[in-house]
Nanobody, 126 residues
Framework: QVQLVESGGGLVQVGGSLRLSCAASGRIFSDYAVAWFRQAPGKEREFVALMSRRRGVTRLADSVKERFTISADNAKNTLYLQMNNLKPEDTGVYYC???????????????????WGQGTQIIVSS
């Protein structure tokens, strides 16, 4: 089982930037698909971004494609989500997740991920 710990959340104004980090318990990026999901109050958890180095794939949700970037630092065992030009609709709890199957077609579904962090809260205020 992979341990994941997110950090970097907080309160930010519209148009601002944040970088989320997700520290993994080991070297997982070569074997696992890793992703960011978010959940706003009263809404379902939704896909934000994923990366699979094994498949050579990076994907972003349409709603964040021009503003967010997913990346990873192997040496630090850390996944990042750089978020720019934040909007009120980006508010929510952000989770990182890992999945060893690397079946890309299913990686947009949060229920396919076995390992999760505890989440970090983002509030975008206007």
């Amino acid at each position: 089982q992979v341990q994941l710990v997110e950090s970097g959340g907080g309160l930010v104004q519209v148009g601002g930037s944040l970088r989320l980090s997700c520290a993994a318990s080991g070297r997982i990026f070569s074997d696992y698909a890793v992703a960011w999901f978010r959940q706003a109050p009263g809404k379902e958890r939704e896909f934000v971004a994923l990366m699979s180095r094994r498949r050579g794939v990076t994907r972003l949700a349409d709603s964040v494609k021009e503003r967010f970037t997913i990346s990873a630092d192997n040496a630090k065992n850390t996944l990042y989500l750089q978020m720019n030009n934040l909007k009120p609709e980006d508010t929510g709890v952000y989770y990182c997740a890992a999945n060893k199957t690397n079946i890309i077609s299913s990686m947009f579904d949060w229920q396919q991920y076995e390992d999760w962090g505890q989440g970090t809260q983002i509030i975008v205020s206007s």
